[in-house]
């Protein structure tokens, strides 16, 4: 058997102590597409930055033709003929093309940079990829698909033999696939080993020679393309079984509380057209892939984004919920998903996160009242189990389950009707998830509605009533808790995309 | 607080220790640099730390103190104010106008006789009445600098370096009002100048002006203001992080625009105080003080990071600047030379908050 183009063997990676990467291992054949699938938080992405240089692995051998490796930055790895693509594009948008194609490694002619080299080898790449933009065409004005080939063409500019694509194909049209197909079967022509990480079914079944399956953050199999169907490759995908993570359910679903009616967002890639319906007592899950826009929804029932159209009725009565202050006022709620964007006030202590939302409720003769605030602060602290030296530190000093923790105690102290909670337990040890999910229970129980948007399937599955099916910024379809199956949902998840 | 790290420093190791106390250092750099600065002029000159030494300083401190707190909003919301100084002279030139002596030749107003000849008569009401005249002018302008702020998100320091020269325009243009010809604004009522630099002990031989009480007060409604009222918190939670903020039903858009509101009103304050305390305006009055108070925002710990900021670091930021004015003047330092210690002052304080940010990695 010849040497193959890529061996990841034994890679290990914790992050706090937590495997990202747990014995996974990878083989790239020359010029082959190796198409490398799992659940969100599998650990595709972690396994390619230890590849690429971006993370450094604790334990595990890559060999690139049979030559051991160790890249320490992506230079290294640029330099050694790995090449990534990465699905958040890190571009320099307000430079042209040229520029970002050479940027760190500019054709120079004595100390000068060479604009006429630069623009004739960009041309050369461009040309033979066959993307028909001129060199000097600044980022900003080319489309995101415009924006996808240049990043390839620079992959290529580097004579990669190792390419990596992480989703390249998530805003992209069918043509724009089209185009990329052709020139990734180009390369795959000229010898060059392809990773290509996607969640959509039939591309990598179309595109991909052998396909490498991970479950969290273990290897499952490896498979000639050929040889699989969607359906086996989902079963692999999330075949895990549920341990009893998750504490008893005790709440007591009732009648319909708040309708959505076609819900449409205004700016942006948002959601179209979703209506459902959420009732007392329940716990709503809201399941999607990356990228069908899930924080969206609930940012459009929250008013943190625009409505472009669409009803939402509580309890009977239409609500606008234009901004989060007029929602706050109607029983609303919204944990944000990236806690250090847009929920923790850093710099601020414990007092003053805390009771954020409630500031109101303390005015005493039109002043703040000091003892009221340690009171609900107090009060937030020993609810919630939040492990502080004193409410007086700043928040930022604690743990992410303990700054969570306080941001979930700020909303509770609102007594909101609906709880939007979005990635509640992202970045969170076990502990603390467990008590996170208590706290949904148990307001679930006391009658309030609760819509919980989780990338991790088997959390879905354990804490909701039912579960809400995203795909691509469309609604799927609903399905109850008890008797869904993963598979039926990743199908869902898939549906439009 | 104090004992706790005393028990804490005795667990350390020896190299822990030294790690300690030079970080102890670092962090009250500053303030060691002005104790030494104090102790150096003292003993060139004992009178340094005389009372009316002392009391001069904080007179000159006072205005700018006032200004200084506008600013300090700003500040907090990660902002700044160019135009401070600036419409610290337009308020001062409508202030100074509005009160010349009633037996001034070259009154501005030759027809404006609402203050009574008999000088002791008490012009408490006029005096009031500008005063809240020139606090509205200022929040006029304030309001404008927050609203574009906060309409079209732009950076408070383009704003306002904008409004600084439309401001400085206006005060050009009411210079040539009646029938002034763009002359200094002089000839100040006694009763005006009395209110505000007049010795609060009467005919006692130790002067102890109304200025400082004044500038104490205001501190106190702002240190209120700051603290106690959910706008206060809000600013906060806005300079701190704004989309957290907005998450959380805080409007941050209208929180931004009254920040600046009551810094325009805190700008026109200071231009009455200034006014009476110069004596006579021309719309040059006030160039150049916001960037006295910006300096004595960031040495008192009003981050530019922001959301961090207290009234007692403003007060000592405002003071320390005028100690190390006062201290450059005894010691017969060149103007020049002033210049270069204020700059070079103004970069350490940074240096050293910027150092309670940083993650050390």
Same mark, same amino acid.
């Given at each position: 058997?010849?040497?193959?183009?890529?061996?990841?063997?034994?890679?290990?990676?914790?992050?706090?102590?937590?495997?990202?990467?747990?014995?996974?291992?990878?083989?790239?054949?020359?010029?082959?597409?190796?198409?490398?699938?799992?659940?969100?938080?599998?650990?595709?992405?972690?396994?390619?930055?230890?590849?690429?240089?971006?993370?450094?692995?604790?334990?595990?051998?890559?060999?690139?033709?049979?030559?051991?490796?160790?890249?320490?930055?992506?230079?290294?790895?640029?330099?050694?003929? !790995?090449?990534?693509?990465?699905?958040?594009?890190?571009?320099?948008?307000?430079?042209?093309?040229?520029?970002?194609?050479?940027?760190?490694?500019?054709?120079?002619?004595?100390?000068?940079?060479?604009?006429?080299?630069?623009?004739?080898?960009?041309?050369?790449?461009?040309?033979?990829?066959?993307?028909?933009?001129?060199?000097?065409?600044?980022?900003?004005?080319?489309?995101?698909?415009?924006?996808?080939?240049?990043?390839?063409?620079?992959?290529?500019?580097?004579?990669?033999?190792?390419?990596?694509?992480?989703?390249?194909?998530?805003?992209?049209?069918?043509?724009?696939? &089209?185009?990329?197909?052709?020139?990734?079967?180009?390369?795959?022509?000229?010898?060059?080993?392809?990773?290509?990480?996607?969640?959509?079914?039939?591309?990598?079944?179309?595109?991909?020679?052998?396909?490498?399956?991970?479950?969290?953050?273990? /290897?499952?199999?490896?498979?000639?393309?050929?040889?699989?169907?969607?359906?086996?490759?989902?079963?692999?995908?999330?075949?895990?079984?549920?341990?009893?993570?998750?504490?008893?359910?005790?709440?007591?679903?009732?009648?319909?509380?708040?309708?959505?009616?076609?819900?449409?967002?205004?700016?942006?890639?948002?959601?179209?057209?979703?209506?459902?319906?959420?009732?007392?007592?329940?716990?709503?899950?809201?399941?999607?892939?990356?990228?069908?826009?899930?924080?969206?929804?609930?940012?459009?029932?929250?008013?943190?984004?625009?409505? =472009?159209?669409?009803?939402?009725? !509580?309890?009977?009565? !239409?609500?606008?919920?234009?901004?989060?202050?007029?929602?706050?006022?109607?029983?609303?709620?919204?944990?944000?998903?990236?806690?250090?964007?847009?929920?923790?006030?850093?710099?601020?202590?414990?007092?003053?996160?805390?009771?954020?939302?409630?500031?109101?409720?303390?005015?005493?003769?039109?002043?703040?009242?000091?003892?009221?605030?340690?009171?609900?602060?107090?009060?937030?602290?020993?609810?919630?189990?939040?492990?502080?030296?004193?409410?007086?530190?700043?928040?930022?000093?604690?743990?992410?389950?303990?700054?969570?923790?306080?941001?979930?105690?700020?909303?509770?102290? =609102?007594?909101?009707?609906?709880?939007?909670?979005?990635?509640?337990?992202?970045?969170?040890? !076990?502990?603390?998830? /467990? &008590?996170?999910?208590?706290?949904?229970?148990?307001?679930?129980?006391?009658?309030?509605?609760?819509?919980?948007?989780?990338?991790?399937?088997?959390?879905?599955?354990?804490?909701?009533?039912?579960?809400?099916?995203?795909?691509?910024?469309?609604?799927?379809?609903?399905?109850?808790?008890?008797?869904?199956?993963?598979?039926?949902?990743?199908?869902?998840?898939?549906?439009?995309? | 607080?104090?004992?706790?790290?005393?028990?804490?420093?005795? @667990?350390?190791?020896?190299?822990?220790?030294?790690?300690?106390?030079?970080?102890?250092?670092?962090?009250?750099?500053?303030?060691?640099?002005?104790?030494?600065?104090? $102790?150096?002029?003292?003993?060139?000159?004992?009178?340094?730390?005389?009372?009316?030494?002392? $009391?001069?300083?904080? @007179?000159?401190?006072?205005?700018?103190?006032v200004?200084?707190?506008?600013?300090?909003?700003?500040?907090?919301?990660?902002?700044?104010?160019?135009?401070?100084?600036?419409m610290l002279?337009l308020t001062a030139c409508i202030s100074a106008s509005l009160l010349q002596a009633p037996?001034?030749?070259?009154k501005m107003y030759?027809?404006l006789t609402w203050l009574p000849?008999?000088?002791?008569?008490a012009i408490i009401g006029q005096l009031v009445c500008v005063m809240i005249l020139v606090m509205l002018v200022g929040a006029v302008?304030?309001?404008?600098?927050?609203?574009?702020?906060?309409?079209?998100?732009?950076?408070?320091?383009?704003?306002?370096?904008?409004?600084?020269?439309?401001?400085?325009?206006?005060?050009?243009?009411y210079?040539?009002w009646g029938?002034?010809?763009?002359?200094?604004i002089?000839g100040i009522d006694q009763r005006y100048t009395n209110f505000v630099?007049?010795?609060?002990?009467?005919?006692?031989?130790?002067?102890?002006?109304?200025i400082?009480?004044y500038?104490?007060?205001?501190?106190?409604?702002?240190?209120?203001?700051?603290?106690? @009222?959910?706008?206060?918190?809000?600013?906060?939670?806005?300079?701190?992080?704004?989309?957290?903020?907005?998450?959380?039903?805080?409007?941050?858009?209208?929180?931004?625009?009254?920040?600046?509101?009551?810094?325009?009103a805190?700008y026109g304050l200071s231009g009455f105080l200034e006014s009476a305390r110069?004596g006579?305006n021309?719309?040059?009055t006030?160039?150049?003080?916001?960037?006295?108070?910006?300096?004595?925002?960031?040495?008192?710990?009003?981050?530019?990071?922001?959301?961090?900021?207290?009234?007692?670091?403003?007060?000592?930021?405002?003071?320390?600047?005028? $100690?190390?004015?006062?201290?450059?003047?005894?010691?017969?330092?060149?103007?020049?030379?002033?210049?270069?210690?204020?700059?070079?002052?103004?970069?350490?304080?940074?240096?050293?908050?910027?150092?309670?940010?940083? @993650?050390?990695?």
């Amino acid at each position: 058997m010849e040497t193959p183009l890529l061996e990841m063997k034994n890679m290990n990676k914790k992050f706090s102590g937590v495997y990202a990467i747990n014995n996974a291992q990878l083989t790239l054949r020359h010029g082959t597409v190796h198409a490398l699938m799992g659940e969100n938080g599998a650990g595709k992405s972690t396994l390619m930055k230890c590849l690429f240089g971006i993370y450094l692995e604790d334990s595990g051998d890559i060999l690139i033709e049979g030559k051991k490796v160790h890249f320490t930055d992506p230079k290294q790895a640029l330099e050694n003929g !790995v090449a990534m693509v990465h699905q958040e594009l890190n571009q320099v948008t307000k430079r042209d093309i040229m520029d970002n194609l050479w940027l760190g490694r500019y054709p120079k002619k004595g100390i000068f940079v060479s604009q006429e080299v630069m623009y004739n080898n960009t041309k050369k790449v461009l040309d033979d990829l066959e993307i028909d933009v001129d060199p000097k065409k600044i980022l900003s004005t080319l489309s995101v698909s415009e924006r996808q080939m240049v990043e390839i063409a620079k992959a290529v500019s580097y004579n990669a033999k190792i390419l990596v694509l992480d989703e390249p194909t998530s805003s992209l049209s069918d043509k724009e696939v &089209e185009h990329l197909f052709r020139i990734i079967n180009k390369l795959r022509d000229r010898g060059v080993g392809m990773i290509y990480i996607s969640h959509k079914m039939d591309e990598i079944l179309r595109i991909s020679d052998d396909i490498t399956i991970m479950r969290d953050g273990k /290897y499952v199999s490896t498979t000639l393309a050929k040889d699989l169907t969607m359906d086996e490759i989902i079963k692999q995908m999330v075949g895990r079984e549920i341990t009893n993570r998750f504490p008893t359910k005790e709440n007591i679903v009732g009648d319909v509380f708040m309708q959505v009616k076609n819900l449409t967002g205004m700016y942006g890639s948002t959601i179209k057209d979703v209506s459902f319906e959420l009732k007392k007592g329940e716990v709503l899950g809201v399941a999607g892939l990356v990228g069908s826009r899930r924080t969206e929804l609930l940012e459009n029932i929250f008013g943190y984004a625009t409505k =472009k159209s669409g009803e939402i009725i !509580v309890d009977g009565k !239409v609500v606008l919920n234009r901004n989060p202050k007029e929602s706050i006022k109607n029983g609303f709620a919204l944990l944000t998903e990236e806690r250090r964007a847009t929920g923790i006030l850093p710099a601020l202590t414990l007092y003053e996160n805390a009771t954020i939302v409630t500031l109101k409720r303390y005015l005493k003769n039109g002043l703040l009242d000091n003892s009221k605030i340690k009171k609900d602060t107090d009060w937030v602290m020993q609810s919630m189990k939040v492990k502080a030296h004193s409410p007086r530190v700043a928040i930022r000093t604690l743990s992410g389950g303990n700054q969570q923790k306080v941001i979930i105690g700020r909303w509770l102290l =609102k007594d909101p009707e609906i709880l939007l909670l979005d990635e509640p337990t992202r970045g969170i040890d !076990v502990g603390a998830k /467990y &008590e996170i999910y208590q706290l949904i229970n148990e307001q679930a129980k006391n009658g309030k509605c609760c819509m919980v948007v989780s990338s991790e399937m088997p959390e879905l599955l354990g804490i909701c009533d039912r579960i809400l099916v995203m795909s691509n910024g469309r609604l799927a379809g609903i399905v109850d808790a008890k008797t869904t199956t993963q598979e039926e949902i990743m199908t869902l998840a898939a549906k439009y995309v | 607080m104090v004992k706790q790290e005393m028990e804490m420093y005795k @667990t350390l190791s020896a190299e822990d220790k030294k790690r300690f106390i030079t970080d102890k250092l670092l962090d009250n750099a500053l303030y060691i640099l002005v104790a030494v600065l104090i $102790i150096c002029v003292v003993i060139y000159n004992p009178r340094f730390i005389s009372g009316s030494s002392i $009391i001069n300083i904080l @007179t000159l401190s006072s205005t700018r103190l006032v200004m200084a707190l506008g600013i300090a909003g700003a500040v907090v919301l990660t902002g700044t104010d160019l135009s401070a100084g600036r419409m610290l002279g337009l308020t001062a030139c409508i202030s100074a106008s509005l009160l010349q002596a009633p037996n001034y030749a070259a009154k501005m107003y030759q027809s404006l006789t609402w203050l009574p000849q008999d000088p002791n008569s008490a012009i408490i009401g006029q005096l009031v009445c500008v005063m809240i005249l020139v606090m509205l002018v200022g929040a006029v302008i304030g309001f404008f600098n927050g609203f574009m702020a906060a309409k079209f998100m732009l950076h408070p320091f383009i704003v306002t370096l904008g409004t600084q020269l439309i401001v400085y325009g206006l005060s050009l243009i009411y210079a040539t009002w009646g029938s002034n010809a763009g002359a200094p604004i002089g000839g100040i009522d006694q009763r005006y100048t009395n209110f505000v630099i007049g010795n609060v002990f009467g005919g006692s031989s130790f002067y102890f002006p109304w200025i400082i009480i004044y500038a104490a007060i205001i501190s106190f409604v702002i240190w209120i203001i700051w603290n106690k @009222t959910v706008f206060g918190k809000n600013m906060f939670a806005v300079g701190c992080n704004s989309e957290a903020a907005k998450v959380s039903g805080v409007s941050v858009f209208w929180t931004t625009i009254l920040v600046f509101t009551l810094a325009g009103a805190m700008y026109g304050l200071s231009g009455f105080l200034e006014s009476a305390r110069v004596g006579s305006n021309t719309a040059a009055t006030g160039n150049g003080y916001e960037l006295d108070a910006i300096a004595a925002c960031v040495i008192g710990g009003v981050s530019f990071t922001g959301g961090v900021g207290k009234v007692q670091g403003v007060i000592i930021g405002v003071i320390l600047l005028q $100690i190390i004015n006062a201290a450059l003047i005894f010691l017969n330092v060149p103007g020049s030379i002033t210049y270069i210690v204020r700059g070079a002052i103004i970069l350490v304080a940074c240096a050293i908050d910027m150092r309670k940010y940083l @993650t050390k990695k």
